[in-house]
């Protein structure tokens, strides 16, 4: 049985998540897990459940190396899981299928490639974002609740509820909070 994952890092990536269901059911998967959370920094539940959920002679399909591993060591932890049930891996945009030894090999070389490819990625993020820094133009990302502060407080003594008052302002309810504790 071929089963797919398929995930984005955020649900404005729309685009790329339909593309990739279409891409896992033309290739004939008969089940599909997906979801729409960051690899970094988060839990992949629907990750977890289709490695539960597969079984001996399945192959897990995936359209992009990056939709299922976020680094060698961790595409390693999550292939040995596979290869302990006896499930092969297919990585569509790269033709790589694990349930050959030539497969496994592109697949260790490839995995390898993609994680020197982000590092040096990143590197040169830092250093753009230092260089930046140095020339007084990068603050970061700028506060957008906090800029509303005055109409929070405004809405607030009106007899507006946080929530209303958030969803008004669209910022988080959470941020209305800090904002009247800190007018407070």
């Known amino acids: 049985m071929f089963v797919g994952y398929a995930r984005t890092s955020t649900v404005e990536q729309q685009a790329g998540y339909e593309a990739q269901l279409r891409d896992l059911k033309l290739q004939g998967c008969e089940k599909v897990f997906s979801e729409q959370v ?9 990750l977890e459940r289709v490695i539960e ?14 939709r299922l591993a976020r680094s060698v060591g961790d595409l390693h932890q999550i292939v040995g899981r596979l290869e302990a049930k006896k499930v092969g ?6 033709s790589v299928d694990t349930t050959s030894p030539t497969g496994r090999l592109l697949m260790n070389l490839v995995g390898s490639i993609a994680q020197f490819e982000r590092e040096i990625m990143l590197a040169r993020q830092r ?32 007899g507006k509820k946080p929530t209303e008052i958030a969803v008004a302002l669209g ?11 800190e007018a407070a």
């Open 38 to 46: 960051s690899s970094i920094n988060s839990k992949r539940p629907e």
């Open 171 to 181: 910022v988080g309810r959470s941020s209305v909070y800090r904002i009247l504790a």
């Open 53 to 66: 959920f597969v079984r001996e002679d399945d192959v897990l399909v995936v359209t992009r190396l990056d």
């Open 89 to 94: 891996l297919k990585i569509l945009d790269m």
């Open 127 to 158: 250093e753009g974002i230092a260089k930046a820094k140095t020339e007084h133009k990068f603050k970061g990302r700028a506060p957008t609740a906090r800029r509303k502060t005055a109409d929070v407080v405004s809405m607030h003594q009106a």
